[in-house]
């Protein structure tokens, strides 16, 4: 089965400061995720990465960035953290023309 | 522009009782649909696809789900739900149409089922 792993199950940082989320899978996927979920709001699309070195910005983009240097690691990139960017941050794996996602376990991020 | 509604946030049923939760949908073209269902504290765990053929899905955990074209919809069904089904459930949809970059899927806000014994 393909594994996709999340760096850290829990999280705590200081407003302002610079976070990395990591996340990696092992099968080889093309495609990779970043979600935040929010009670209510379900899942919303952070930013997804085709191809190494490829990104495209998804709905809610503002906050961060990414970086896809080798094709089985994303990384989320929060540039200065603020509390509303507490949440569960979700990544997912799938190879492309795929019919679905496999998920990590998630980071629950607290900004304080 | 897809979108998913899940019109109920909670769902709650007795033990024993037929389960169902509702997932509507909006997408160009022919739809993939999915069901996902989260444990506390966890990553989300595929149950289920519709990508062609018959509009009853079978899946995990003996869910199943029925796609309806007409109505746009693609509601989860348990025909006897347990106490281990309580879980947070999220309906997913894309178009089937492959694109070059990528292949998003959108997200209903979720449904808390609560199985009590």
């Known amino acids: 089965d393909v594994k996709v792993t999340q760096s850290s199950r829990y999280l705590v940082k200081r407003t302002g400061e610079k976070v990395f989320l990591e996340c990696v899978q092992d099968m080889d996927h093309e495609n990779m995720f970043w979600y935040r979920q929010d009670p209510g709001l379900g899942l919303r699309l952070i930013y997804f990465s085709y191809d190494v070195k490829m990104k495209e910005k998804g709905d809610i983009p503002e906050g961060y960035s990414v970086s896809r240097e080798k094709k089985e690691r994303f990384s989320l990139i929060l540039e200065s953290a603020s509390t509303n960017q507490t949440s569960m941050y979700l990544c997912a794996s799938s190879i492309a023309g795929a019919r679905g996602y496999t998920f990590g376990s998630g980071t629950r991020l607290t900004v304080v | 522009a897809q979108s998913v509604a899940q019109p109920e946030d909670q769902v709650n049923v007795a033990e024993g009782n037929p389960l169902t939760v509702k997932c509507t949908y909006s997408?160009?073209?022919?739809?993939?649909l999915f069901w996902y269902v989260q444990y506390p504290n966890r990553g989300l765990q595929f149950l289920l696809k519709y990508i062609t053929g018959d509009n009853l899905v079978k899946g995990s955990y003996g869910f199943e789900a029925e796609f309806n074209k007409s109505q746009t919809s693609f509601h989860l069904k348990k025909p006897s739900a347990l106490v281990s089904d309580s879980a947070l459930y999220f309906c997913?949809?894309?178009?089937?149409?492959?694109?070059?970059?990528?292949?998003?899927?959108?997200f209903g806000g979720g449904t808390r089922v609560l199985v009590k014994p």
């Open positions: 997913a949809v894309r178009p089937s149409m492959i694109k070059a970059a990528g292949n998003k899927l959108t």
């Open positions: 997408v160009s073209g022919n739809p993939y």
